[in-house]
């Protein structure tokens, strides 16, 4: 039988740390291993080329640590790197591992949240660029209708808890108006960065109750779930402990500081840098 390992969760931030707790809850007896690229975050407007080479290395830093199934928890990486990895390098990497995104997990289910057919998609400008979503949403919702806005503030905001000043609330509120403007019946927002779930009730109070304000990560959790449950070769080479680890390619000391406020607990990273 091979070795286990845990289920590795990346992201080019701290965003990726929701989505972990909403795995956590899913599947709380798994070993997860996290690791984030924060000395080169962000990601959102860097290059297709750029993107790919960062989160090819941090696969490849995931499979080293013993992680057969990575999950690349950060919309941007999942747009601009993840067909590319299942395609062309998984196969000569570790054709028994597995890589999985964000992206089609979210528009798989997001069809079914909508009453109007209009739905609105907050993200990144390298999310929101790679049309990811339209084009995955045409494939299992082709009667919706994805109005886009790219939100370049928003991480920044967020990472440097500035959300909540008069003038980051100003940002957010001409973000929602921009998006809200492009159709009167959009009735369903989805937060396309793993980041935006900080905003969530920010956002709620500003759209009103008639619009309902969707982050990924109980959607991608309950997809993951359904996925080991249909792949059970891949369970079985998962550890199951309930541990936790955590990597990052910044200053551990920023790094915990931080990721404490996404994920609510005291985290003692781990560094690695390429």
């Avoid at 640590?65 to 919309?75: D, R, S």
């Avoid at 997001?110 to 209009?118: A, D, H, I, V, Y």
């Amino acid at each position: 039988m091979e070795q286990q390992g845990p289920i590795g969760v990346f992201d080019s931030g701290y965003g990726g740390l929701t989505v972990l707790s909403e795995f956590r809850k899913k599947l709380p007896n798994h070993d997860f291993l996290y690791f984030g690229d924060n000395a080169r975050a962000p990601y959102g407007g860097r290059s297709y080329d750029v993107v790919y080479q960062f989160t090819l290395e941090a696969v490849k830093f995931l499979f080293d640590q013993g992680c057969p199934l990575v999950i690349l928890a950060c919309n941007t990486a999942s747009a601009k790197a993840l067909r590319t990895i299942q395609q062309i390098d998984l196969p000569k990497l570790a054709p028994n591992n597995r890589v999985l995104g964000v992206i089609r997990p979210s528009t798989e289910v997001l069809g079914e949240r909508t009453k109007t057919g209009r739905v609105g998609i907050l993200g990144t400008v390298g999310t929101i660029s790679s049309n990811s979503f339209p084009i995955e949403l045409a494939k299992f919702a082709p009667h919706i209708e994805a109005f886009q806005h790219a939100c370049p503030m928003w991480v920044p905001l967020i990472e440097n808890q500035q959300y909540e000043h008069p003038a980051g609330r100003q940002f957010i509120e001409e973000d929602i108006q921009k998006i809200l403007s492009q159709n009167a019946d959009i009735d369903t927002l989805l937060l396309a960065c793993t980041h935006y779930p900080v905003l969530k009730a920010q956002i709620q109070s500003l759209v009103g109750p008639k619009i309902q304000v969707v982050p990924q990560g109980p959607m991608v959790a309950q997809k993951l779930k359904n996925y080991l449950v249909a792949h059970p070769e891949m369970e079985a080479r998962l550890s199951k402990s309930g541990a936790v680890s955590y990597f990052t390619s910044e200053t551990t000391t920023v790094f915990n500081q931080r990721a404490q406020h996404f994920i609510g607990e005291v985290i003692n990273a781990l560094h690695h840098s390429f």
